[in-house]
Every structure is written in C-alpha cells, then in structure tokens.
C-alpha cells in the first residue's frame, strides 16, 4: 500500500536527490544556507530599508510571525515581512500576498514560501498588507520543488513559483465574481417580517424557502422585486452578500475523441509482462525510483504505461504522462481517454479558461491521469502515484527560457520526494539516462522485439556522393522506385525532411551575397507561399527579393532544401499520389494535425511528408516506405549531441513503418554512409551507437560522464557584451580558486548565433566531474556581479543546456 503523502519529507529534498544527470558522487546536493541562492544583481534584505530600528524593537522580534516572500520580478527577495495577528491563521506557503516593497507606491504581489515564529533580520519589518488566495496555490511539496528547482537552476524563486502555476490560474480565467445573499440567521421572527414593506417581506421568504444564497438576479425573479428591497434588508441587518468565485462556463468543451479507433484490451506480450512487474514492484515498494523502459518503436510501450497507471489508480492515486507536444496526436489521448474515467490533456492550444479550469479538477483529485507535455511536471495531483516521461529523450522537455528546467530532472526530483516510481521509456534512450542505469540511479528494464515478433524494418542507406543514385532533385534513384513500389502495392510512405520552407538560403551566384536577417545574421528561408523570406529564429519577414540586393545581379539563386520544395518535386514525380505535407507552416491552426492523420489513416493521403513532426508516435500499419532525405541535416551542428540527434530522428522515423503484417523499408539518403551514428541507425543497434557515443564522451568529459553549464551574454553593443563576457569570465575564475573546485572554464566565444534578434551574443561554458561543485562556482561569482544599467546587457545560466546555438 502507498502512504499519505501529504507531508513532505523535509529530508528528501533538496538535499537527497540522487541526480540522474551526474556522477553518483555528486549525488547530494547541498541546499545553500538562507542567505545564500540570490540571485544576479539582488539587493539584500537590509539594503531596502533605511534606519536601523531602535533596540527595543529588536527585543520583540521573536514573538513576531513572519513571512518568507519571493518576487518573480527583480529584487527577487527573498525577504521577511510580519504577519499581522488578523492573517495568522490565514497565510501558508504557496499562496500569493500583497506588500509594500522599497519605496514602490503599490504594493507588489509575491509568494510566500515560509512562515515562522520569530525574524532574524536587525530591521524593523513591513507588514503583510493582503493575503490573496483562500488556499495555496502549491502545496507544501511543490513549494518544496519550487526551492529545489530554484537552487539548482539558478533562477529566482519567484520566477518559478510563475512557471509552476500558469497564468490562467493566477489571473482566475475563466471565471466571474458573483454576489450571494443569505440570511444572517435562520430564526427570524413572524413579527419582524410582518413589520416590513411587502417588497421585503417576499424578499425574505424567498431566501428562507430556498435554504441557501441566492444571487441578487435569483432573488429578484423569485421575489418579483427589484434590487432595492434586497439592499434594504442588508441595511437592516437581516442579510449579508458574500462574492464567490465561479466559472464562468460549466465544462468547456473536451477534445472530440475521434481517432477513428477502438480500444481492445490486449493480452500482454511477455516482455509487456515483465515490464509490467517491475513497475508494480517499484510502485508497492514504496521507494523513489526511476525505470528506464527501453522498447524498441512498436514493442507495446504505451499498453505498460496503461497498465501500470491502473495499478496506481486501484489505490486511489493518479499518475502523470509527459509526452513531446507534437506527439500528443487524437491517437495517443484516444489510447488513454478510452481507458480511464478522468483524464486531463494539457497542450499548448488550450484557451486560459480551458487550462484554469482543468487545474482545478486536477487538484480536485477529479483526474487519475495527466496527459501534456513538459510543463504538465506541475499538475497540481493531491495524489500522485506514478510519473512517466514517454520519448524520454525528446529535446523538447527542456524548456529554453527561464526558468530553464528539464521536466526529466524535475520529474526525478518530484518522484523521489514522493517515494514514487518515475518511467523513462523511449526506443532511443538519451545517454543521460542509459548512464543512469550503468550507475545503480535508474533501472534498466528491456523490450527488444516488436509486438507480434514484427522484424524491424529493413534500412537501406543510400549514398548521395555516388553520382549513379543522384538525381537533379532531392529524391535519389533507388528511393524513387521504392515509392513507386509501394505505391504500386497500395502502400503509405513517410518522407522526413527536417526543414522547413522552400529554399533554405537565397544566395547571388555572382557576388556571393546570401540574404540574411539583419537582426540575427542567419539565412533566410525562402517560402513560395507569398513569396516571403523569413528568418527562422525571429520570424523577421520580406518579400524575397528578385535581384541580388547586394550587386542588383536578377539571377539570384534559391539553394538548399525545404520541405515546399520537397512537396513540389514529389507532386511532379508522382502526379497520381495524394500528397499531403505536415510542417509548423501547415500546422498553425488548431485541429490541423488532427486532420491530416485521419485522411492519412484513411487511406487518403498516400505521401505524408514533414519534418520531425511525423517522426514520432504514429502508428499506421500501411505505412510500408519511410523515406528519410537528408539524415545528415542534424549531423554537422557544433553540438556534442549532434550525433545522438541523427541517431534519435533516424531510429524513430525508421520505427513508423513495419507495424502491420505487410512489413516495412526505410531508405536513408546520406553524403556520410559510414557514420557510426547513422551506421547503428541502421541496423537498429542501440547499444552499439550508446557505447561509441560514451567513449566519444568521455574525451572531454561531456554530459553524462561531467555536468555543462552555459553562459548566454547579450546585449545591444558588441564590445561592450564582450567585455562583459569577460569579466565574468574573470568572477567565474576566482571564484573557482577560491572554493578549489575542478570547473573548465571556456570562453567567451561567440557562438553560431552570434546576433539574434538585434543583441550581441557571446557564450561561456563550465564543465565540471559533478553538478554540486559547478553550481556553486556560478553562485558565487554571480552573486556579487552586477552589470550597469547603462550597459543594456543581460546575461542567462542555463544549467544543462540542451544546445549551443
Ligand atoms: P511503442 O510505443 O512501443 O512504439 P505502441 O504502444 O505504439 O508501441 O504499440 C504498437 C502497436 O501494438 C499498437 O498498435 C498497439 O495497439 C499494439 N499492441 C500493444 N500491445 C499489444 C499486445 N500485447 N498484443 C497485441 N497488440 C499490441
Ligand atoms: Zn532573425
């Protein structure tokens, strides 16, 4: 049986989280003393009031009640304010209040995270002016998490008590205030109402037949009276109004569950059997611990995750499933919403009133199981039993602004302090978490063959350098006639091409010029559709130009490859196949996504190309062809992890085909055949790729075998941002000698993106053997560094960076 777990274990975090990231020798984290875990540029508690308070206000302090607040916006605090006697009862941590703060005229919002009898600061302190929620927000372990997170990431509290709590709750969306009168007491007298005006009196005998508040609307129709008798009687004391707070629309309106599939409960395979046991074992013992489910793509992973959250769900618990929010297709909410009573999908196309009102039912304890991607680690469930992150691996569980958290490690962090099982599953584990397993901090649990003994796929890959497979266009000779194969037969294709647009550069055949975005320096894309050119990491916008802008040269040249591109030359290629193209650019609206799969399972569509939109989840089984067009898209990124990217895309893509009893190809189009990563890609060799990958790691030390941090300075002059690039550099030294820490220093160095969006940007990374020790350099020497206003340069710490463009 599980315990209660409404009492967080006040040892656990932050101080005992086994880091799934790291080394085990860093596998406690210290939780920096109080007046540590300030953030860049804060200003201390004391440097906000002027005058010392006189000695015999010092003397009082300790029966004081006092309470811990942070800000999201600078100064972030954290900072003691008293308790006035009246709001004693009231305020917890977790719930937001209203102070005074420096010389501000209004008073600030920010968030409790202790209270406590007694105050260490020498000054006087300020007052809580208001307490803002009836209940808190977080409860005491995600305030708990927020701490954790917080520290380790670097980023102030305030800021991450924000990311937890979405806006839409925050702000009450969805909701209205609505007035309600009720009698003061129920015995009032025959004679007291008989004294009163007739208005009055059908007034009162209404509220006291109807036996609960009524709003004034209600009253006014029941009583057939205006609103003025109403008002009267609470004059007179015999009613009080009282505002509540209420949505505003009953249920807004669930996602149609229209995937055009039934569920059958199968009977478990044998290695879904085992699976499935070790993850019972995990659950009952009670104990924080994280499984790695590596399966390969069509081994049955999502009916272990089904049958793992009933087991939870029996003891009245609930359950989390983290997915990557393309991934989160009407297949895989169908899949669990024809499973479980209550299930809430979280996803980016939500209105606020939708989301607001689905995190009230989840911490109604109303839902047993939480559908979403990365930020979906909060849902506030009372009862959490069980955490899964599928396609573990996925980039996108890192968010890429601050608070820059990876929803693994916090969902690590959130399972341990719970005692609860967190399962990683994944075809293509990232390294991060195979490491684990080789360390004793996660267990490996293994499902190496399909469902049905299906065989994989068989890849072929195909040599772009060899001039006799080349054709003038992106679609080499042997996967042409593969399409119009399997064509032939009836059978679906998959193209991936990771890029979008049409030409990926627009570039002067004379001069050289390329056309690129002013505020970024990078390559315009070049899009047909209104013949735009557009930067991909600002959006900046213009009509592509017809001439060189450089040398008025009208040859101009739209090179490299896009997935518009792609779509005309297959249109042309196989002017009887039904085409259909999945990128961002189709896919802004709502339901688009939806769409297009259904007339792709339908057998509709016969060529669904896209970029790695269409690499992950889906499950077709007339899918025979995937076609991958340029597998070495991915490969030369400066980035260590290049080479588990073009591993991860390839594997996955390869694994949408041979679902069904037809079997399945997958030709891969590459200049770099011999590549170990894209050599393991196609045999379907895991382990083969994971073990060159970690001896390509453990060079230099990179993630998993050493822990990352990066440095993101920008600002608005170059010199001046590189100089502030390093003089950090310099803090970050000598706080290194002095703490007698091993952290590599490198940098700063401008990186790829060396301008975006108009800034300036340099970079600095800190390698270290463990976490603890690096976080702790970056503490110190960002404690005391302040950059002048006048600079207008910001500067970011991205612990665990995911890229280093
Ligand atoms: P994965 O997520 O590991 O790629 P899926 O969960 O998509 O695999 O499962 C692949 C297919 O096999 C799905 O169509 C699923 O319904 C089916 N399936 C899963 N488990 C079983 C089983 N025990 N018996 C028969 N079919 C199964
Ligand atoms: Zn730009």
């Known amino acids: ?80 304010y008293r308790i006035p006697d009246e709001m004693r009862d009231d305020l917890k941590p ?27 600061a020498s000054r006087t302190l300020r007052d809580v002016s208001e307490v803002l929620d009836d209940d808190p927000l977080c409860d005491a372990h995600l305030v708990r998490l927020v701490m954790w997170m917080s520290h380790y990431y670097q980023a102030p509290a305030g800021q991450v008590f924000d990311t937890l709590i979405p806006s839409s709750v925050r702000s009450n969306a969805g909701t209205r205030e609505r007035t309600y009168f009720k009698l ?92 499935l046991g070790k993850i019972k074992d995990a659950v009952d013992a009670e104990e924080g611990k994280a499984l790695l489910l590596h399966g390969v793509t069509g081994s049955g992973k999502t009916e272990v995750y089904i049958r793992a959250i009933e087991h939870v769900v029996k003891f009245g618990r609930s359950a989390i499933v983290l997915v990557p929010e393309i991934s989160l297709t009407p297949q895989t909410r169908g899949r669990f919403e024809r499973r479980f009573e209550g299930v809430a999908v979280l996803h980016s196309q939500m209105t606020p009133a939708e989301r607001h009102f689905q995190w009230q039912r989840i911490r109604r304890n109303e839902v047993q199981v939480v559908i979403g991607p990365r930020s979906a680690v909060f849902a506030p469930l009372p009862r959490l039993g069980l955490i899964i992150l599928d396609e573990e691996h996925d980039g996108s569980f890192k968010q890429g602004t601050a608070p820059r958290y990876h929803a693994r490690k916090v969902a690590h962090a959130r399972a341990m302090s719970l005692k609860i099982p967190i399962i990683l599953g994944t075809a293509t584990p990232s390294l991060e978490s195979w490491h684990a397993c080789s360390t004793g901090h996660a267990d490996l649990i293994s499902m190496p063959s399909r469902v049905g003994n299906r065989p994989m796929p068989d890849v072929q890959l195909v040599d772009l350098k060899n001039r006799d497979d080349r054709t003038s266009g992106a679609i080499s000779r042997p996967l042409h006639q593969a399409v119009v194969d399997t064509l032939e037969e009836n059978g679906q ?39 735009k050119a557009v930067c991909h990491y600002c959006d900046y916008t213009i009509g592509t130009p017809p001439w060189c802008p450089a040398c008025r040269f009208d040859g101009i040249r739209y090179g490299g490859l896009g997935t518009q591109r792609l779509e005309v030359e297959v249109k042309s290629r196989f002017p009887g196949a039904k085409v259909a193209r999945m990128d961002s650019d189709t896919m802004r609206r709502p339901g688009s996504h939806q769409k297009v799969l259904s007339a792709f399972r339908s057998g509709e569509i016969n060529i669904l190309l896209g970029t790695q939109m269409i690499a992950k989840g889906l499950d077709f089984p007339n899918v025979l062809l995937v076609g991958v067009i340029n597998a070495d898209s991915a490969l030369h990124f400066p980035d260590f992890r290049a080479a588990e990217r073009t591993f991860g895309l390839v594997t996955q893509v390869a694994g949408r085909t041979g679902r069904g009893d037809r079997g399945g190809r997958v030709i891969v189009q590459t200049f ?83 301008k975006l969006k108009g800034k300036y940007r340099f970079h600095i990374l800190l390698q270290a053997v463990a976490s603890g020790p690096l976080g702790e350099v970056i503490r110190t020497a960002t404690d005391k560094f302040v950059i002048p206003e006048k600079d207008d340069v910001q500067y970011v710490v991205d612990i665990d960076p995911m890229e280093m463009l």
């Open 94 to 120: 977790g719930m937001r209040v209203k102070v005074p703060l420096g010389h501000r005229k209004k008073a600030m919002i920010g968030w409790c995270t202790e209270t406590k009898m007694g105050s260490s």
């Open 672 to 754: 770099s055949p011999e590549h170990p990563a894209i050599q393991a890609a196609s045999r379907h060799d895991y382990e083969q790729f994971a073990h060159d990958e970690m001896n390509a790691r453990r060079k230099f030390n990179y993630p998993p075998l050493g822990s990352v941090a990066r440095i993101i300075i920008r600002g608005g002059v170059e010199e001046v941002t590189e100089s502030t690039a390093e003089s950090l550099v310099r803090h970050f030294e000598s706080a290194r000698d002095k703490l007698g820490h091993e952290v590599r220093i490198l940098g700063p160095a401008p990186p790829p993106m060396s």
């Open 493 to 531: 294709i998959i193209l991936l091409l990771n890029r979008r647009g049409f030409a990926t550069t627009i570039q002067c055949p004379s001069c050289g010029h390329v056309v690129s975005c002013p505020d970024c320096d990078m390559p315009l894309t070049h899009h047909r559709d209104g013949g």
């Open 184 to 275: 003061t007491r129920r015995d009032i007298e025959d004679e007291l109402i008989e004294s009163l005006p007739p208005k009055q009196q059908q007034a009162i005998r209404f509220l006291i037949m109807s036996g609960r508040p009524m709003t004034s609307a209600q009253v006014m129709i029941g009583a057939d009276c205006t609103i003025s008798p109403i008002k009267s009687l609470e004059k007179k004391g015999l009613v009080v109004s009282e505002a509540r707070r209420e949505m505003a629309t009953s249920t807004p309106m669930r996602w149609q569950l229209d995937d055009g599939e039934t569920e059958t409960k199968h009977e478990l395979t044998d290695d879904q059997s085992v699976a």
């Open 1 to 80: 049986m599980l315990t209660d777990q409404a009492q967080f274990p006040k040892d656990l975090l932050p101080s005992a989280i086994p880091s799934l990231m790291s080394d085990p020798l860093d596998e406690f984290e210290n939780m920096p003393p109080a007046d540590k875990g300030q953030q860049p540029g804060h200003q201390k508690q004391e440097e906000l009031f002027e005058t010392a308070p006189p000695p015999w206000e010092l003397a009082v302090q300790d029966d004081v009640a006092t309470a811990t607040i942070v800000f999201s916006e600078a100064p972030h605090g954290p900072y003691d």
